[in-house]
């Protein structure tokens, strides 16, 4: 391994608990180390981590919680952005950190054509359909002066 990267621990397929004071803990699932340069940014850790799992980036997500040293304790913080990545990325060269990983299947349509929302397209176009079809406002109210 070089001395200019980043080593983590994966824990990925288990279950992550935190409790209030932020303390992470991890059941089940399994473990896979994995070393990466210090310099990628989130996306391309998060390419990294889904490609050294075996899963396809096309097809999968991750979402990355880290077990951060404080003081004699740890605590659980997301990756959400790239500021935290970087801390993390530095902290990582001195030591070991464990990240937990849940892997999420995108919601991807099979020919990409049709919105994500297409049933609501199609219950307010039957709407539309159902009020074209129904007695318009100038006959109900002919039908009621009558």
């Known amino acids: 391994m070089s001395g200019r990267g980043a080593t983590f621990v994966l824990l990925y397929g288990g279950e992550l608990q935190v409790d209030d004071k932020f303390a992470p803990s991890y059941f089940g699932g399994r473990n896979r180390p994995l070393h990466v340069p210090r310099n990628i940014n989130l996306e391309q850790l998060k390419l990294r981590i889904l490609r050294a799992l075996k899963y396809d980036p096309t097809k999968y997500s991750v979402n990355l919680v880290c077990r951060v040293p404080v003081r004699n304790e740890f605590i659980a913080s997301h990756v959400e952005d790239g500021e935290v990545c970087e801390v993390l990325l530095c902290q ?21 054509i049709e919105p994500p929302n297409s049933e ?14 129904s007695t318009s406002r100038f006959e109900a109210i002919e039908e009621a002066l009558h």
Do not use: G, H, P, W
């Open 120 to 133: 609501r397209y199609e219950t307010s176009t039957q709407v539309e359909r159902v009020q074209v079809a």
């Open 92 to 112: 990582a060269a001195t030591e070991f950190l464990i990240m937990y990983v849940d892997v999420e299947e995108k919601n991807v349509s099979e020919d990409n």
